[in-house]
Protein backbone atom coordinates (compact mmCIF):
# COMPACT_ATOMS: atom_id res chain seq x y z
CA UNK A 1 0.00 0.00 0.00
CA UNK A 2 0.78 3.80 -0.56
CA UNK A 3 0.68 5.50 3.10
CA UNK A 4 0.91 9.08 3.72
CA UNK A 5 1.50 9.51 7.58
CA UNK A 6 0.61 12.93 8.97
CA UNK A 7 2.91 13.90 12.34
CA UNK A 8 5.90 11.94 13.17
CA UNK A 9 6.19 11.74 16.85
CA UNK A 10 5.94 8.40 18.74
CA UNK A 11 2.71 6.99 17.21
CA UNK A 12 3.65 8.25 13.71
CA UNK A 13 7.39 7.31 14.21
CA UNK A 14 6.09 3.39 15.47
CA UNK A 15 3.58 3.12 12.61
CA UNK A 16 6.05 4.28 10.04
CA UNK A 17 8.77 1.57 11.99
CA UNK A 18 6.30 -1.12 11.68
CA UNK A 19 4.61 -0.29 8.02
CA UNK A 20 7.75 0.22 6.00
CA UNK A 21 8.75 -3.01 5.58
CA UNK A 22 5.67 -4.27 3.23
CA UNK A 23 4.18 -0.29 2.25
CA UNK A 24 5.45 3.01 0.24
CA UNK A 25 5.12 5.39 3.71
CA UNK A 26 5.63 8.50 3.35
CA UNK A 27 5.83 10.18 6.90
CA UNK A 28 5.56 13.89 7.22
CA UNK A 29 6.36 16.55 10.21
CA UNK A 30 7.03 20.10 10.87
CA UNK A 31 10.49 19.58 13.06
CA UNK A 32 13.51 19.55 11.37
CA UNK A 33 15.35 17.74 13.93
CA UNK A 34 12.47 14.71 13.53
CA UNK A 35 12.82 14.58 9.86
CA UNK A 36 16.76 14.06 10.23
CA UNK A 37 16.32 11.55 12.49
CA UNK A 38 13.76 9.69 10.45
CA UNK A 39 16.26 9.77 7.39
CA UNK A 40 18.66 8.25 9.97
CA UNK A 41 16.86 5.33 11.30
CA UNK A 42 13.76 4.53 8.54
CA UNK A 43 13.39 3.16 5.05
CA UNK A 44 10.76 5.92 4.21
CA UNK A 45 10.16 9.25 2.21
CA UNK A 46 10.27 12.45 4.74
CA UNK A 47 8.88 15.60 4.36
CA UNK A 48 9.75 18.47 6.15
CA UNK A 49 6.27 20.43 6.64
CA UNK A 50 3.11 21.86 7.44
CA UNK A 51 0.70 19.02 7.52
CA UNK A 52 -1.67 21.86 7.19
CA UNK A 53 0.16 23.77 3.91
CA UNK A 54 -1.31 22.25 0.59
CA UNK A 55 2.26 22.39 -1.21
CA UNK A 56 3.53 20.44 1.58
CA UNK A 57 1.96 17.26 -0.27
CA UNK A 58 3.15 18.56 -3.91
CA UNK A 59 5.87 15.85 -4.33
CA UNK A 60 3.51 12.78 -3.00
CA UNK A 61 1.85 9.99 -5.38
CA UNK A 62 -1.58 11.47 -6.74
CA UNK A 63 -2.56 8.04 -5.61
CA UNK A 64 -2.76 7.18 -1.97
CA UNK A 65 -4.12 4.18 -0.37
CA UNK A 66 -4.26 5.27 2.88
CA UNK A 67 -4.19 8.71 4.77
CA UNK A 68 -3.14 8.83 8.80
CA UNK A 69 -3.14 11.89 11.00
CA UNK A 70 -1.48 11.19 14.17
CA UNK A 71 -0.41 15.10 15.04
CA UNK A 72 -1.25 15.93 18.56
CA UNK A 73 -3.71 18.62 17.41
CA UNK A 74 -7.66 17.62 16.59
CA UNK A 75 -7.47 20.44 14.74
CA UNK A 76 -4.78 20.22 12.61
CA UNK A 77 -5.77 16.47 11.89
CA UNK A 78 -8.80 17.41 10.44
CA UNK A 79 -8.17 19.96 8.50
CA UNK A 80 -4.74 17.72 6.87
CA UNK A 81 -7.88 15.40 6.09
CA UNK A 82 -9.55 18.00 4.54
CA UNK A 83 -6.70 19.49 2.50
CA UNK A 84 -5.10 16.39 1.28
CA UNK A 85 -8.40 15.34 -0.31
CA UNK A 86 -7.75 18.11 -2.70
CA UNK A 87 -4.53 17.35 -3.33
CA UNK A 88 -4.78 14.01 -4.52
CA UNK A 89 -6.86 11.02 -4.59
CA UNK A 90 -7.14 9.30 -1.27
CA UNK A 91 -8.89 5.61 -0.67
CA UNK A 92 -8.92 5.79 2.95
CA UNK A 93 -8.28 8.06 6.23
CA UNK A 94 -7.68 7.16 9.75
CA UNK A 95 -7.93 10.09 11.66
CA UNK A 96 -6.95 10.26 15.78
CA UNK A 97 -8.86 12.68 17.99
CA UNK A 98 -8.67 13.32 21.28
CA UNK A 99 -11.90 15.08 22.34
CA UNK A 100 -15.07 13.59 20.90
CA UNK A 101 -16.52 16.43 20.00
CA UNK A 102 -15.88 15.86 16.58
CA UNK A 103 -16.59 12.52 16.55
CA UNK A 104 -19.74 13.10 14.74
CA UNK A 105 -20.90 11.04 11.65
CA UNK A 106 -21.63 14.08 9.90
CA UNK A 107 -18.04 15.07 10.68
CA UNK A 108 -16.82 11.95 9.25
CA UNK A 109 -19.27 12.30 6.51
CA UNK A 110 -17.78 15.51 5.29
CA UNK A 111 -14.15 15.20 5.56
CA UNK A 112 -14.87 12.02 3.72
CA UNK A 113 -13.01 9.72 6.97
CA UNK A 114 -13.02 6.32 7.02
CA UNK A 115 -11.86 6.02 10.66
CA UNK A 116 -11.90 8.29 14.01
CA UNK A 117 -9.76 6.87 17.16
CA UNK A 118 -10.20 8.98 20.43
CA UNK A 119 -7.31 6.97 22.12
CA UNK A 120 -8.78 8.43 25.74
CA UNK A 121 -11.54 7.39 25.29
CA UNK A 122 -11.09 3.80 24.14
CA UNK A 123 -8.49 3.47 27.09
CA UNK A 124 -10.90 4.61 30.00
CA UNK A 125 -13.63 2.03 28.46
CA UNK A 126 -11.64 -0.90 29.74
CA UNK A 127 -11.50 0.40 33.45
CA UNK A 128 -16.06 -0.34 32.66
CA UNK A 129 -14.47 -3.97 32.78
CA UNK A 130 -11.85 -3.87 35.01
CA UNK A 131 -14.43 -2.78 37.86
CA UNK A 132 -16.65 -5.58 37.10
CA UNK A 133 -14.29 -8.14 36.94
CA UNK A 134 -11.52 -7.07 38.93
CA UNK A 135 -9.20 -10.34 39.13
CA UNK A 136 -8.86 -9.75 35.63
CA UNK A 137 -5.58 -7.36 34.65
CA UNK A 138 -6.90 -6.40 31.37
CA UNK A 139 -9.79 -7.13 29.15
CA UNK A 140 -10.78 -6.81 25.36
CA UNK A 141 -13.45 -6.77 23.45
CA UNK A 142 -14.92 -7.65 20.08
CA UNK A 143 -17.92 -6.78 17.92
CA UNK A 144 -19.00 -10.15 16.96
CA UNK A 145 -18.69 -11.88 20.13
CA UNK A 146 -20.03 -11.54 23.30
CA UNK A 147 -16.60 -13.61 24.38
CA UNK A 148 -13.61 -11.76 25.92
CA UNK A 149 -9.88 -11.87 26.13
CA UNK A 150 -8.74 -11.43 29.75
CA UNK A 151 -5.45 -11.60 31.34
CA UNK A 152 -5.03 -12.78 34.74
CA UNK A 153 -1.79 -13.56 37.30
CA UNK A 154 -2.39 -17.36 38.74
CA UNK A 155 -2.16 -17.36 42.45
CA UNK A 156 1.67 -18.76 43.90
CA UNK A 157 -0.47 -21.52 45.90
CA UNK A 158 -2.27 -22.96 42.56
CA UNK A 159 -1.51 -26.49 42.17
CA UNK A 160 -0.25 -26.79 38.69
CA UNK A 161 -2.85 -28.48 36.06
CA UNK A 162 -2.83 -29.51 32.56
CA UNK A 163 -4.56 -27.08 30.39
CA UNK A 164 -6.75 -29.98 29.12
CA UNK A 165 -8.21 -30.71 32.55
CA UNK A 166 -8.27 -26.92 33.01
CA UNK A 167 -10.80 -26.65 30.00
CA UNK A 168 -12.72 -29.85 31.58
CA UNK A 169 -13.64 -28.06 34.88
CA UNK A 170 -15.08 -24.90 32.85
CA UNK A 171 -17.39 -27.42 30.09
CA UNK A 172 -14.85 -26.35 27.12
CA UNK A 173 -15.97 -22.51 27.58
CA UNK A 174 -12.72 -21.66 28.02
CA UNK A 175 -9.18 -20.99 25.78
CA UNK A 176 -5.95 -20.63 26.89
CA UNK A 177 -4.98 -17.78 24.55
CA UNK A 178 -0.91 -17.60 25.84
CA UNK A 179 0.66 -17.66 28.71
CA UNK A 180 3.88 -15.17 29.74
CA UNK A 181 5.69 -17.46 31.84
CA UNK A 182 9.23 -15.90 33.66
CA UNK A 183 9.18 -13.72 30.91
CA UNK A 184 8.54 -15.60 27.49
CA UNK A 185 4.86 -15.37 26.04
CA UNK A 186 3.72 -18.45 23.71
CA UNK A 187 0.83 -20.11 22.71
CA UNK A 188 0.48 -23.16 24.54
CA UNK A 189 -1.30 -26.24 23.30
CA UNK A 190 -3.77 -28.42 26.14
CA UNK A 191 -0.70 -30.66 27.26
CA UNK A 192 1.39 -27.33 28.75
CA UNK A 193 1.24 -26.88 32.61
CA UNK A 194 -0.88 -23.87 34.06
CA UNK A 195 1.61 -22.91 36.90
CA UNK A 196 2.03 -20.61 39.81
CA UNK A 197 2.40 -17.02 38.85
CA UNK A 198 2.01 -17.32 35.09
CA UNK A 199 0.19 -14.57 33.56
CA UNK A 200 -2.46 -16.13 31.60
CA UNK A 201 -4.43 -15.35 28.53
CA UNK A 202 -8.00 -16.88 28.59
CA UNK A 203 -10.91 -16.02 26.07
CA UNK A 204 -14.38 -16.34 27.33
CA UNK A 205 -17.88 -15.89 28.37
CA UNK A 206 -18.24 -13.38 31.02
CA UNK A 207 -20.56 -15.80 32.60
CA UNK A 208 -17.59 -18.03 33.27
CA UNK A 209 -14.99 -15.76 34.33
CA UNK A 210 -15.98 -15.92 38.16
CA UNK A 211 -15.29 -19.79 38.24
CA UNK A 212 -12.23 -19.17 36.39
CA UNK A 213 -11.05 -16.88 39.25
CA UNK A 214 -12.02 -19.66 41.81
CA UNK A 215 -9.86 -21.68 39.80
CA UNK A 216 -6.60 -20.35 39.72
CA UNK A 217 -7.49 -17.36 42.42
CA UNK A 218 -6.86 -17.53 45.90
CA UNK A 219 -10.41 -18.78 46.43
CA UNK A 220 -10.90 -16.62 49.84
CA UNK A 221 -9.93 -13.51 47.37
CA UNK A 222 -13.06 -11.99 46.60
CA UNK A 223 -11.75 -8.56 45.14
CA UNK A 224 -14.54 -5.57 45.44
CA UNK A 225 -13.36 -2.27 44.08
CA UNK A 226 -14.26 0.77 45.76
CA UNK A 227 -11.85 3.46 46.70
CA UNK A 228 -9.59 4.60 43.73
CA UNK A 229 -6.57 6.78 43.62
CA UNK A 230 -5.57 8.39 40.47
CA UNK A 231 -2.05 9.85 39.63
CA UNK A 232 -2.30 12.58 36.59
CA UNK A 233 -5.43 15.04 35.95
CA UNK A 234 -4.59 14.78 32.33
CA UNK A 235 -7.13 14.12 29.33
CA UNK A 236 -6.77 10.20 30.47
CA UNK A 237 -6.84 10.37 34.00
CA UNK A 238 -9.95 12.75 33.72
CA UNK A 239 -11.48 9.73 30.82
CA UNK A 240 -10.63 7.21 33.89
CA UNK A 241 -12.25 9.35 36.60
CA UNK A 242 -15.81 9.32 34.48
CA UNK A 243 -15.82 6.50 33.82
CA UNK A 244 -15.00 5.04 37.45
CA UNK A 245 -17.28 7.94 38.74
CA UNK A 246 -20.33 6.44 37.16
CA UNK A 247 -19.49 2.98 38.04
CA UNK A 248 -19.83 4.46 41.79
CA UNK A 249 -16.05 4.43 42.90
CA UNK A 250 -14.93 6.84 45.14
CA UNK A 251 -12.27 8.65 43.47
CA UNK A 252 -9.23 10.72 44.14
CA UNK A 253 -7.70 12.36 41.35
CA UNK A 254 -4.08 13.53 42.24
CA UNK A 255 -2.25 16.56 40.55
CA UNK A 256 0.71 18.60 41.08
CA UNK A 257 -0.20 21.63 39.46
CA UNK A 258 -3.16 23.96 40.36
CA UNK A 259 -4.08 24.82 37.04
CA UNK A 260 -4.52 20.69 36.15
CA UNK A 261 -6.48 20.62 39.07
CA UNK A 262 -8.44 23.70 38.60
CA UNK A 263 -8.96 21.97 34.90
CA UNK A 264 -10.17 18.61 36.58
CA UNK A 265 -12.64 19.95 38.69
CA UNK A 266 -14.07 22.08 35.37
CA UNK A 267 -14.22 19.39 33.13
CA UNK A 268 -15.73 16.23 36.16
CA UNK A 269 -18.28 19.13 37.21
CA UNK A 270 -16.64 18.40 41.05
CA UNK A 271 -18.05 15.05 40.69
CA UNK A 272 -14.66 13.58 42.01
CA UNK A 273 -12.44 14.52 44.70
CA UNK A 274 -9.28 16.74 43.09
CA UNK A 275 -5.94 17.15 45.23
CA UNK A 276 -3.66 18.81 44.79
CA UNK A 277 -0.19 16.96 45.51
CA UNK A 278 3.32 16.31 44.84
CA UNK A 279 2.68 12.56 44.72
CA UNK A 280 3.12 11.67 48.17
CA UNK A 281 1.56 8.98 48.17
CA UNK A 282 1.84 7.93 52.12
CA UNK A 283 0.82 11.58 52.81
CA UNK A 284 -2.01 11.17 50.75
CA UNK A 285 -3.13 7.80 52.67
CA UNK A 286 -2.77 8.77 55.81
CA UNK A 287 -4.78 11.90 55.03
CA UNK A 288 -7.39 11.36 52.02
CA UNK A 289 -7.78 7.58 51.59
CA UNK A 290 -6.79 5.44 54.29
CA UNK A 291 -8.81 2.28 52.66
CA UNK A 292 -8.13 3.04 49.14
CA UNK A 293 -7.90 -0.52 47.01
CA UNK A 294 -7.06 0.58 43.43
CA UNK A 295 -4.35 2.95 42.18
CA UNK A 296 -3.78 3.74 38.75
CA UNK A 297 -0.68 5.65 37.38
CA UNK A 298 -1.91 7.45 34.45
CA UNK A 299 0.81 10.13 33.92
CA UNK A 300 2.73 10.14 30.22
CA UNK A 301 5.64 9.57 32.39
CA UNK A 302 6.21 5.55 31.97
CA UNK A 303 9.36 5.68 34.65
CA UNK A 304 7.26 7.69 37.20
CA UNK A 305 4.42 5.13 36.69
CA UNK A 306 6.66 2.38 37.17
CA UNK A 307 7.71 3.65 40.54
CA UNK A 308 4.45 5.02 41.96
CA UNK A 309 2.82 1.51 41.31
CA UNK A 310 6.05 -0.45 43.00
CA UNK A 311 5.27 2.21 45.92
CA UNK A 312 1.25 1.22 45.81
CA UNK A 313 2.51 -2.56 45.79
CA UNK A 314 4.47 -1.96 49.05
CA UNK A 315 1.74 -0.40 50.71
CA UNK A 316 -0.65 -3.16 50.38
CA UNK A 317 -2.92 -1.98 47.80
CA UNK A 318 -4.83 -4.52 46.33
CA UNK A 319 -4.69 -3.08 42.78
CA UNK A 320 -2.24 -1.38 40.78
CA UNK A 321 -2.52 -0.22 37.55
CA UNK A 322 0.04 1.35 35.24
CA UNK A 323 -0.50 2.95 32.52
CA UNK A 324 2.26 2.44 29.47
CA UNK A 325 3.21 5.33 26.89
CA UNK A 326 6.37 3.12 25.48
CA UNK A 327 6.15 -0.52 23.97
CA UNK A 328 9.34 -1.20 25.92
CA UNK A 329 8.31 -0.71 29.16
CA UNK A 330 4.99 -2.94 28.92
CA UNK A 331 6.79 -6.10 29.85
CA UNK A 332 9.14 -4.54 32.92
CA UNK A 333 5.75 -3.39 34.56
CA UNK A 334 3.94 -7.23 34.01
CA UNK A 335 7.46 -8.70 35.72
CA UNK A 336 7.19 -6.21 38.74
CA UNK A 337 3.96 -7.01 39.82
CA UNK A 338 1.99 -4.08 37.77
CA UNK A 339 -1.41 -4.58 35.96
CA UNK A 340 -0.64 -3.05 32.51
CA UNK A 341 -2.91 -0.59 30.30
CA UNK A 342 -2.01 0.98 27.28
CA UNK A 343 -1.98 4.79 27.47
CA UNK A 344 -2.81 7.10 24.71
CA UNK A 345 -0.08 6.93 22.58
CA UNK A 346 0.23 3.11 22.57
CA UNK A 347 -3.56 2.67 21.63
CA UNK A 348 -3.28 4.65 19.13
CA UNK A 349 -0.76 2.77 17.69
CA UNK A 350 -2.45 -0.66 17.95
CA UNK A 351 -5.59 0.91 17.60
CA UNK A 352 -4.11 1.74 13.93
CA UNK A 353 -2.03 -1.08 13.23
CA UNK A 354 -5.04 -3.36 13.81
CA UNK A 355 -7.62 -1.40 11.46
CA UNK A 356 -4.93 -1.72 8.26
CA UNK A 357 -4.88 -4.96 9.14
CA UNK A 358 -8.12 -5.76 9.77
CA UNK A 359 -10.87 -6.58 6.74
CA UNK A 360 -14.48 -6.50 6.54
CA UNK A 361 -14.37 -10.20 7.10
CA UNK A 362 -11.36 -10.83 9.37
CA UNK A 363 -10.49 -9.03 12.85
CA UNK A 364 -7.35 -8.72 14.32
CA UNK A 365 -5.85 -7.98 17.64
CA UNK A 366 -2.96 -7.67 19.27
CA UNK A 367 -1.98 -9.01 23.32
CA UNK A 368 0.47 -9.24 25.53
CA UNK A 369 2.07 -6.41 24.52
CA UNK A 370 1.93 -6.87 20.62
CA UNK A 371 3.50 -10.18 21.29
CA UNK A 372 0.41 -11.79 20.41
CA UNK A 373 -2.29 -11.72 17.71
CA UNK A 374 -5.78 -13.18 18.02
CA UNK A 375 -7.88 -13.38 15.04
CA UNK A 376 -11.34 -13.65 14.54
CA UNK A 377 -13.73 -13.93 11.15
CA UNK A 378 -17.88 -14.82 11.69
CA UNK A 379 -19.23 -17.07 9.00
CA UNK A 380 -21.89 -15.21 7.52
CA UNK A 381 -25.30 -16.34 5.33
CA UNK A 382 -23.52 -15.39 2.55
CA UNK A 383 -20.10 -17.12 3.48
CA UNK A 384 -18.87 -19.62 0.73
CA UNK A 385 -17.49 -21.79 3.46
CA UNK A 386 -20.88 -22.36 4.79
CA UNK A 387 -21.12 -26.62 4.45
CA UNK A 388 -17.15 -26.55 4.44
CA UNK A 389 -14.22 -25.63 5.86
CA UNK A 390 -10.71 -23.56 4.73
CA UNK A 391 -8.27 -26.72 4.63
CA UNK A 392 -5.55 -26.04 7.43
CA UNK A 393 -2.70 -27.83 6.67
CA UNK A 394 0.26 -28.64 8.77
CA UNK A 395 2.21 -25.79 8.22
CA UNK A 396 -0.40 -23.48 8.99
CA UNK A 397 -1.43 -25.26 11.76
CA UNK A 398 2.26 -25.19 13.77
CA UNK A 399 1.99 -21.24 13.21
CA UNK A 400 -0.79 -20.87 16.08
CA UNK A 401 -3.67 -22.10 17.79
CA UNK A 402 -7.00 -22.90 16.18
CA UNK A 403 -10.65 -23.13 17.67
CA UNK A 404 -14.46 -22.78 16.76
CA UNK A 405 -16.92 -20.93 18.86
CA UNK A 406 -20.05 -22.24 18.14
CA UNK A 407 -22.80 -20.93 20.66
CA UNK A 408 -21.38 -21.39 23.94
CA UNK A 409 -18.95 -23.93 23.63
CA UNK A 410 -15.22 -23.82 21.64
CA UNK A 411 -14.55 -26.61 19.72
CA UNK A 412 -11.08 -27.21 18.12
CA UNK A 413 -10.91 -26.18 14.44
CA UNK A 414 -9.67 -29.75 13.53
CA UNK A 415 -12.51 -31.32 14.87
CA UNK A 416 -14.97 -30.15 13.33
CA UNK A 417 -16.15 -31.35 9.37
CA UNK A 418 -18.10 -28.01 8.40
CA UNK A 419 -19.02 -24.41 9.50
CA UNK A 420 -22.00 -23.57 10.04
CA UNK A 421 -23.83 -19.73 10.11
CA UNK A 422 -22.97 -17.86 13.08
CA UNK A 423 -19.88 -19.59 13.71
CA UNK A 424 -16.70 -17.80 14.47
CA UNK A 425 -13.18 -18.83 13.64
CA UNK A 426 -10.53 -17.92 16.22
CA UNK A 427 -7.02 -18.19 16.08
CA UNK A 428 -3.55 -17.32 17.72
CA UNK A 429 -0.35 -16.86 17.14
CA UNK A 430 2.91 -15.26 18.20
CA UNK A 431 3.41 -11.66 16.20
CA UNK A 432 5.91 -13.06 14.07
CA UNK A 433 3.56 -15.76 12.45
CA UNK A 434 0.81 -13.63 12.09
CA UNK A 435 0.96 -13.16 8.42
CA UNK A 436 1.07 -16.17 7.70
CA UNK A 437 -2.55 -16.35 9.78
CA UNK A 438 -3.80 -13.51 8.12
CA UNK A 439 -3.49 -14.45 4.84
CA UNK A 440 -5.47 -18.01 5.85
CA UNK A 441 -8.45 -16.37 7.52
CA UNK A 442 -9.44 -13.90 4.46
CA UNK A 443 -8.96 -16.75 1.89
CA UNK A 444 -12.70 -16.61 -0.56
Sequence with gaps: MNIVIAGAGKVGYFLAQELMAENEVTLIDSNEKTIQNINETLDVLSIHGDVENPHTYRNISKDIDLFVAVTDSDEVNLLSSLIIDNI?????????????????????????????????????????????????????????????????????????????????????????????????????????????????????????????????????????????????????????????????????????????????????????????????????LENHAQNTNVFIAATTNDEFNITKCIEANQRGIEKVIGIHNNKQYASLMRKLGIEVIRGEKMNAYYTILEKISSSNIVSQRAYCGGQGTMFLRKIFSDSPFIGTKPELSQKISDKGSFFLQRGKKFLSYKSIETLEEGDIIICFSLDKNAKILSNWLKQQ
Design 88 to 284: VHVHEKIVRLKNDFFMSDKIKEKLNITDIITPPINVAKTFNYLVDFPHANNIKTFEHTKSMLLSMRIHKDFEPMLISTFKKELNDRIIVAGIEKEEKFFIPDELDMLMPNDLVYFFTFPSQMDNVRVLIKNKSEKQDIKNCIIYGANQLGLEIAKVLAKKGLNIKLIDKTLDGCKHANTVLKNSVEVIKSNYNLDSL
